[in-house]
């Protein structure tokens, strides 16, 4: 799926793909975010080859002009674990919807892991 919108210079379409790329960006800049990690088995596999490397970790749905966001993730230890998903959850959805112009309707976070 992608994301599209119409203004008055034309029609714009933003890919699921270039918005995973975005956020994983976004992730990394927030505080105690170590790194992202495959959700389930079908992701490790991906990752190991090399074909969704960058985005690892985050899935994006669109829906019309809503858009869905999971997001797999391990924390630094010793940091507030719901503090940093709080930042990150508040961080992502103010830039996304700045980038796309559309309303992120859902973050789901997912710490599966502490790392020192």
């Given at each position: 799926m992608s994301v599209k919108t119409n203004n008055i210079y034309g029609k714009i379409v933003i890919s699921d793909k270039t918005i995973e790329r975005f956020i994983a960006n976004v992730a990394m800049d927030c505080y105690g975010i170590?790194?992202?990690?495959?959700?389930?088995?079908?992701?490790?596999?991906?990752?190991?080859?090399?074909?969704g490397k960058e985005t690892k970790g985050v899935k994006v749905h669109s829906f019309g002009d809503r858009i869905f966001i999971d997001v797999a993730v391990i924390v630094k230890y010793g940091v507030s674990i719901k503090a940093v998903v709080e930042a990150l959850k508040?961080?992502?959805?103010?830039?996304?919807?700045?980038?796309?112009?559309?309303?992120?309707?859902?973050?789901?976070?997912?710490?599966?892991?502490?790392?020192?």
């Open positions: 170590v790194e992202f990690s495959a959700k389930n088995i079908i992701d490790s596999v991906i990752s190991f080859f090399a074909c508040e961080s992502v959805k103010y830039k996304v919807e700045r980038f796309t112009g559309m309303i992120v309707d859902t973050i789901n976070v997912k710490v599966t892991g502490v790392k020192s």
